[in-house]
């Protein structure tokens, strides 16, 4: 038996037809858009949805059913801009070039973006959203351009594509439509997870100052623990930045470009945003000295701020190392604070610092120049109210629970994606 030509590995069982390599063109109606004047006032704010570059990030969803701006019907009659019907598929040709998604519902774009609607019994639109997300890498590399890189309309004039039967086009969109779904599930799941981490952390982070007749008070925050027998927490109490370290606030060592590559590990400004505790398996390389590094070493329970920032909403983000390696440093943008083991939960407060009522203590004391900065002395007599040890411990395993949880389920989604990304490769051609 010959083997068979043009067919994909992975297929449903029962179909064996060869799949032919077609013009695009061929096989469907293709379109494009226009933006109407904007400084004729009438053409925009309509009932029209129009997707434009503003809407890139809402193509990675795949059904597009919001845009950031609309157009009349006024603005489609005085413009090149053309009603395409739901069920479209659009492709942006410039900037996030290569992304696509199908309409949900009738829809106006502007000249960045493709436009095709299947012939009946041809071209399966689903079908060819899927096809066009495997060409991504094909429309990235031929994009051309300094400022923004794009695809000019000879290109998809003359673009060829290699399908199966209308009958396999089907059966492959229907099947990868529930894959996306299983995606989107495990997204939302994230998304509702992580929301609910944030409102359970207002809960234990929002005490507050208030002020009768000259007097202070400090109102605990809304959600309280209790010990294991039942009984209630100590007060919280006030204790400033500088109180609560073992060994004070220090900078680390400036990131010098020759010396990257190599040495012992280095916290850097990035590491602030990645997960809910410092990864120590990415970390770069800095290469130190011995004193160098002796004097900026990272020990267990060592919290990382950021210190400067175009903007001062950029500074003191923080971050934890829950690790006992014993070589790894930090970069001079960041503060080390190491705090009084014996009084504190390092996860804890890393936590407690993320939060914007505690950030926003930290960003009042920056100072402006061309960035805002923040330094050890602006920053170390800030006050903070402070349950016990133990409060702290409860509080603590609380967050670790969540953030499993939405490390588990963000594990499951990169999982599927990846599957997704298998599963493409194999059931194209």
């Not at 004729?40 to 809407?55: E, H, Q, R």
């Not at 066009?132 to 695809?151: D, M, N, R, Y």
């Not at 003191?316 to 006992?324: C, P």
Request: glycine letters at 6%.
């Amino acid at each position: 038996m010959t083997e068979q030509m043009n067919v994909p590995k992975l297929r449903f069982g029962e179909l064996n037809n060869d799949w032919k390599e077609v013009l695009l063109d061929d096989v469907a109606i293709r379109g494009s858009g226009h933006t109407p004047n904007k400084k004729i006032p009438s053409y925009y704010d309509g009932d029209i949805k129009w997707v434009s570059l503003a809407d890139s990030k809402r193509l990675d969803d795949g059904l597009i059913d919001k845009t950031e701006n609309t157009i009349s019907l006024e603005g489609i009659k005085n413009s090149s801009a053309v009603l395409h019907p739901a069920g479209s598929v659009l492709l942006s040709r410039d900037a996030g070039v290569g992304k696509s998604a199908v309409m949900k519902e009738d829809m106006a774009v502007s000249q960045h973006f493709m436009v095709w609607n299947g012939i009946e019994h041809q071209l399966d639109n689903w079908f060819l959203y899927y096809k066009l997300q495997i060409l991504k890498p094909v429309f990235e590399k031929i994009a051309v351009g300094s400022t923004i890189k794009t695809i000019g309309l000879p290109f998809f004039k003359k673009l060829k594509i290699i399908i199966p039967n209308i009958k396999e086009q089907q059966k492959i969109a229907s099947f990868l439509s529930k894959v996306d779904e299983k995606i989107g599930l495990l997204s939302e799941k994230k998304d509702k997870l992580t929301e609910y981490k944030l409102g359970v952390m207002q809960q234990l982070f929002n005490g507050k100052w208030h002020e009768q007749d000259g007097q202070f008070t400090f109102t605990a925050p809304t959600l309280r623990f209790k010990a294991d027998n039942g009984s209630e927490f100590p007060d919280w109490e006030e204790k400033t930045l500088i109180e609560l370290a073992a060994k004070g606030l220090s900078n680390g060592v400036f990131n010098d470009p020759k010396r990257v590559g190599k040495g012992y590990r280095l916290i850097n400004v990035k590491d602030m945003y990645s997960g809910n505790f410092i990864d120590t398996s990415t970390l770069s390389l800095l290469d130190l000295s011995e004193k160098e590094f002796s004097k900026n070493q990272v020990k267990y329970g060592d919290i990382f701020f950021t210190r400067s920032s175009l903007v001062p909403s950029g500074i003191a983000y923080s971050n934890v190392i829950l690790s006992n390696d014993d070589d790894i440093t930090y970069d001079g943008h960041l503060i080390k604070f190491s705090p009084n083991l014996d009084m504190m939960s390092p996860y804890y407060f890393a936590n407690y610092l993320r939060s914007y009522s505690s950030r926003k203590s930290f960003i009042s004391r920056g100072k402006q120049s061309t960035m805002t900065t923040i330094g050890q002395e602006d920053i170390k007599d800030i006050s903070f109210f402070i349950p016990s040890l133990d409060e702290q411990t409860k509080i603590a395993d609380l967050l670790v629970a969540l953030d499993q949880k939405i490390d588990f389920t963000s594990s499951e989604l990169e999982n599927a994606k990846e599957w997704k990304k298998g599963l493409l490769q194999q059931m194209f051609v």
